[in-house]
């Protein structure tokens, strides 16, 4: 839908600049680590164009755009949503030992672990600074919002790492988790325009929970794609997730599946030692046989139907509504 | 002097209860680092008495007084202060690969380093969660307070991490360094309570003046004791920020003293390989021979006079003001 590329792209040119600005506040090498992180330049400081897709953001200034603000509103809103995320994926990356994202090299394989830690801490300290400075009588309540979804962002790193050595995770807790870690930044980005705009509480709370299934259906798409997505598109390795032995929706559910498939899928994946080639698509196939694949891609649609139900229910311009639908349903049939 | 030691005792009993309460919002595994790391628990949960000295939270509860406003308002200014101070020692132990920090092993050695850098995090976004809870009309403003300071902490620590690879460190870059490590936050905390009291701002920038001499001698004293402390006390190894090659003012001072001393210290430092015993009591007289311990002694001497001065040319109740002076002296007379 070409309406939402659009609105993707006009979100990046109006936080561009006051990006760049706020990255001029920043100590020089502390500045660079974060300008080639968020891919406005390469590791020798040359232009590149290769930013992210700024869902965030997006969100963040159509929620303004819901309350009737302009992007003296929208834009410090956005600002704060694509500065959080990016110092969760900075730290995320050390955390993870990830060399790779968005077909470029991490910023702490790039710079260094010291280099990309204070990268992500200015990153989150900025977020909080230009919401402080925001023409607004309800900052302060931004402010809030961002700290409460900081605070699960960093709840759901911390489950995602204590599942690793864990054989007894429940869809359940990998639910919470995924929730934490990608629902909750979702909801803040989706409502945050509307909070610095002083707009009602049910308009708020109606766009955070338009985001909060948003971003339950995104992350369950993600979840399918990192083992069934087409590695030239996702920029991922075939089977990734299975190879990283990850604890994501489609393997918990059919690990607690209590089926032949998954009771096999348990002495694949809890087996000391590398998956053969062979091992990494039989494990996808059991996972298949397992009803992993269905049950994650049919909550995925259940997520997006809230999603849209969600905006659906509020008072806002229609071409608001379309603008929050369309993007939405992009997110969703995304194949990388 | 005992009212100093009073205050400081004072201020950790006001403020135990609300930072546990803080920490209480955090998922377990990061509020378990979190409270380790802030002397709470051992790595079992057996609570302990090991807290910091808590300077920093309590210059914030004097600011608060000295504006006239009670621990309403200077708690959450203390507790902001604390948080950010202990997420920077969090993530900086993490980048400077140190094991030990007040007699104990640290965060990342004890729990991994991705527990410690979202513990770090954690405190981080805690903090600005804080203060804008706080009661106050100003609330925002203490948060540009803490923004602009977290962001200098960080280009310290960048630069700090920087001259471990230069040979040719200004003496002026490393006073900077140190007065954007220790200067800003000190300042911060001087005057973040009186902020958040929405003072004059004659008396929140006196106060900040304070803060920011007060860091400084307290690094210089640091940087003495860093070479010449009993290491009984200090709870550092004897001689040890020359074994590690630290780049601080004393040694800056000798090794661009243009003296013969200096130029043989240059030799000693920039040689490959680890310094044997004599090497490093050699390398602590020829620092001591080219100057650089009267000089640091004296700037460190000259930055509490104008601490001390900068109290003085305040209106402020005369208690609160000796509480700060004695303050003041203890901290630069301190051997460990």
Redesign the interface.
């Known amino acids: 839908m070409s309406t939402t590329i659009d609105s993707l792209a006009d979100s990046q040119r109006r936080i561009e600049v006051p990006l760049r600005s706020a990255l001029d ?3 020089p ?2 500045r660079h680590c974060c300008g080639y992180h968020l891919g406005l330049w390469d590791p020798d400081g040359v232009p590149t164009g290769s930013m992210g897709k700024g869902i965030r953001p997006t969100l963040a200034l159509l929620s303004a755009r819901a309350a009737g603000a302009g992007d003296e509103i929208g834009v410090p809103a956005a600002l704060a949503c694509e500065l959080i995320h990016n ?1 969760s994926l900075l ?1 995320d990356d ?2 993870d030992h990830d060399t790779e994202r968005r077909h470029r090299t991490t910023a702490w394989a790039q710079f260094g ?3 990309a ?2 990268a ?3 990153l ?3 977020a ?2 230009l919401l ?2 925001a023409p607004s009588s309800t ?2 309540w931004a ?2 919002c ?3 979804s ?2 699960r962002l ?2 759901g ?3 995602d ?2 599942f690793e050595t864990r054989e007894d995770v429940s869809l359940v807790e990998c639910l919470k988790m995924a929730d934490d870690k990608t629902g909750a930044l979702m909801a803040c980005s989706a409502s945050l325009g509307a909070v610095l705009a002083d707009a009602p509480a049910e308009l708020a709370l109606g766009l955070a929970d338009f985001g909060t299934h948003l971003g339950m259906a995104f992350q369950l798409s993600d979840d399918i794609l990192g083992i069934w997505g087409n590695p030239e598109r996702t920029g991922k390795p075939v089977l990734s997730d299975l190879r990283s032995r990850k604890k994501s929706v489609p393997v918990v559910y059919a690990l607690q599946s209590d089926t032949d498939a998954g009771t096999r899928l348990k002495s694949l994946y809890f087996r000391p030692g590398e998956l053969s080639e062979t091992e990494l698509s039989e494990a996808a196939e059991l996972v298949e046989t397992a009803g992993g694949r269905e049950w994650t891609e049919q909550r995925a649609d259940r997520e997006l139907q809230e999603a849209l139900a969600a905006i659906e229910a509020l008072t806002i311009p229609a071409p608001i509504a379309h603008e929050f639908i369309a993007l939405a349903y992009q997110l969703n049939h995304r194949d990388h």
Chains 1, 2 share one sequence.
């Open positions: 506040r920043l100590d090498h502390t110092f730290h050390v955390m672990i010291p280099a830690i204070l992500g801490d200015a989150c300290s900025l909080s600074e402080a400075e900052a302060i402010l809030r961002v700290g409460a900081t605070r960093i709840a790193q911390a489950a790492l204590d």
